[in-house]
Structure formats: C-alpha cells, structure tokens
C-alpha cells in the first residue's frame, strides 16, 4: 500500500473515530485499514492511536501527525485539481461545522446554489453550538457566533446584526405592544438558552439589562423561533434567526430604539497552511449570504 493511500486511511481513522467508520466511509474492509495504520506506525516508529476493547483516542504524536498530513492531502488535491481542469475547477471534501439555527436559517437553503457551481465539492457538514477545537477535530471551517480569539486560526465577521425582540400579530393584538424595555415585565416572554436577562441600549447609548419571565424556557434557536411565530410569547433573539419571519410578516419587531447589538458570527479557518481551493470557495460561498441574506 503506497504512503499516501495510508495517511488518507489514517486521517479518516481519525476523523470518523475508529476503524470501522473509516472502512465504510473508504469502501474497503476493517482489516485493511488496521493494517495500514498498523504499517504506518510501524514505519513511523511511533504510536498513532491507543486502543481498548471499545474504542481508540489518538495520541499527541497522532494529533500532530494529522495535523500535517491533512494540508498533505489538500495540496495534493489541489495540484490533482490543476492539472485534470487547468486549475478552473474546486474538488474534493470540506468537512465544516456550524451553528445549529445559522446553519439551518442561512446555510442550508442556499446549497443547492452552491453545489450548482461546485458539484465536485463534498460538504460534509456538523452542527454544534458548543465549544469547538476545530484543528483538533479535523475542521476545515468553522463558523462560530461570539467573540472569538485563537492564534491557530485566520477569523473574519460574517454578520453583526441586532439582537431583536419580536412577537407574532396575534400576540400583540391580544396583550398589546411594549412601548419600554420596562414593560417586558407584564408580558409573556419566553426565555431562550442565554437567559432571562435581556439586553437593550438606551438612546444615549448605556447599555443596560430588564430581568423577564414567562411560560416556558426554551434552549434551542429553532424552536424559540417557532414558539414567537406561533403567538406563545414575546422572544428575543439574533436578528440572522428572525430576520426571514420578520420580512413575511410572521413576527414583528418591538423596542427597535432600545435594541442591543448582537454577538458576531464569524468563520474561522486554520492560519497554518494554504487554503485549498475547495475552501476558499466555501468561504466566499458563506460571505456572499450573509452579505445578500
């Protein structure tokens, strides 16, 4: 087995968390993948992954190891990618994780435009709204939504927008409009995943907080989503999550002279290595919606 097919097998080993998952994403059997890694640290002289009985970790040494062999492999694709179409054409697997509600709201309905222009792109896409390690974990983009701060990695804003407090007609034909922050205290306000603690800025731009309660207590962006549009309450939120529901009417916005400025959300990619081509368009995909969106 030639070298690279063993750093390929070895990177879905430790991507996909064992050898079993990376045969069946390779399409060859579990024997021939311990085999090949079994080869490579023998030729290494270095252990790549413990195991037990149940699962494998990959070591420090692996870690490292899977760092360099991932910019390997985009350079190889790169360069394959060149000679086959005269550089013209991006190819190959981005794996990318996202926020649930942006990716869901933002990214999800625009594929099919991407891959109209990219049908030789892979997306393999996850969705976590916890911490991340994406060099660790074998990104090669993230998007985040806060401030982020890494070394490792190359960050640019996608959007910035408000944090938004809506309600749906019915809600405000039946219990009336806020007029103040203040006024949130005799509504019905559905607390999201961040807190009963709202933000809001006064005209001369102190920020300040208005504590609220309500029915329910609702820690997923999707579904505090559904819960304003279907009339259950007021509900603040990221202006990228309402904004489709605000422009068809479903909810309105109150307060808009009180409203805060939101956390950002930005893509971060590794600052380490070359950007393959495949990547880069993925990221120009990401700016180009959230600029139009």
């Known amino acids: 087995m030639n070298k690279f097919m063993a750093i390929t097998i070895f990177t879905r080993v430790a991507e996909h968390g064992g050898f079993t998952a990376a ?17 490579l640290e023998d030729e290494l002289g270095a252990q790549l992954f413990t195991r037990t009985t149940r699962k494998i970790n990959i070591t420090d040494y692996g870690q490292d190891f899977y760092e360099r062999c991932v910019a390997i492999l985009a350079d190889l694709e790169d360069a394959e990618a060149a000679l086959q179409t005269g550089a013209t054409t991006s190819k190959g697997r981005v ?11 933002t990214v999800v309905p625009e594929l099919p435009r991407f891959f109209e222009q990219y049908p030789q792109i892979e997306l393999e896409l996850d969705f976590s709204d916890g911490p ?36 749906s007609p019915d809600y405000i034909a039946r219990w009336g409009t806020p007029e103040t922050p203040e006024d949130l205290m005799n509504h019905n306000c559905i607390v999201g995943r961040f807190g ?23 820690n997923s962006g999707d579904a505090l989503r559904e ?10 939120g990221t202006w990228w999550l309402m904004r489709k529901d605000l422009e068809s009417g479903a909810v309105v916005s ?6 805060d400025q939101g956390m950002p959300v930005s893509i971060l990619y590794s600052a380490n290595r070359h950007v393959p081509r495949k990547v880069r368009a993925f990221l120009d995909f990401l700016i180009e919606i959230t600029r139009t969106s």
């Open 23 to 39: 045969a069946a994403k390779l399409g060859v059997s579990v024997s021939a993948v311990t085999k090949a890694v079994s080869r």
């Open 95 to 105: 794996r990318v994780v996202l926020p649930f509600s942006f990716g869901r709201v």
């Open 132 to 167: 991340v390690d994406m060099i660790a974990e074998g990104y090669d983009v993230a998007v985040r939504t806060g401030d982020i701060s890494d070394s490792r990695l190359n960050t640019r804003v996608l959007t910035r927008g408000p944090q938004v407090t809506v309600a």
């Open 196 to 218: 009963p603690e709202w933000s809001f800025r006064r005209p001369n731009g102190n920020r300040f907080q208005v504590r609220v309660s309500g029915s329910s207590v609702i």
């Open 227 to 236: 819960a304003a549009v279907a009339g259950l309450g007021i509900v603040q």
């Open 254 to 259: 109150l307060l808009e002279d009180y409203a």
